[in-house]
């Protein structure tokens, strides 16, 4: 994948990402980063926002057909909420480590993993 530079505006969107643990959407990146940049577009933080984790800087997954962000790119777990689409990182080490072990065979060497758990949060559940 093609690296380019990093320009002002890509790096306020990461700074944005690796301050916040909450999986912003787009839109919710846009708001925050045109505070301190006001002429920015939505259309820039999308564009910017594909090509970070189109080059593995971020990371991009899917909430009920909404793409979410995550700029932790340590191995860890992500738990979603099947009800309300909230997102809790799970940190357990051993998860990673035995899915990557499992995945190794003499045609293919694993080198990350992205392990989504689905469920029902504490909140929707006592609903």
Excluded: W
């Amino acid at each position: 994948m093609k690296k380019n530079r990093m320009t002002n505006q890509r790096l306020k969107i990461l700074e944005y990402l690796r301050s916040v643990k909450t999986h912003p959407t787009a839109e919710m990146v846009y708001k925050e980063v045109a505070k301190e940049l006001p002429n920015i577009t939505l259309a820039t933080v999308y564009r910017n926002l594909n090509h970070l984790a189109e080059n593995c800087e971020i990371q991009r997954f899917e909430v009920n057909c909404t793409s979410r962000f995550d700029a932790d790119m340590s191995f860890h777990q992500h738990c979603i909420c099947k009800k309300c689409g909230h997102i809790q990182d799970l940190f357990e080490k051993k998860i990673t480590e035995d899915t990557i072990k499992k995945a190794r065979t003499t045609n293919f060497e694993p080198q990350s993993v992205n392990v989504i758990i689905y469920g029902i949060c504490k909140g929707c559940k006592g609903k």
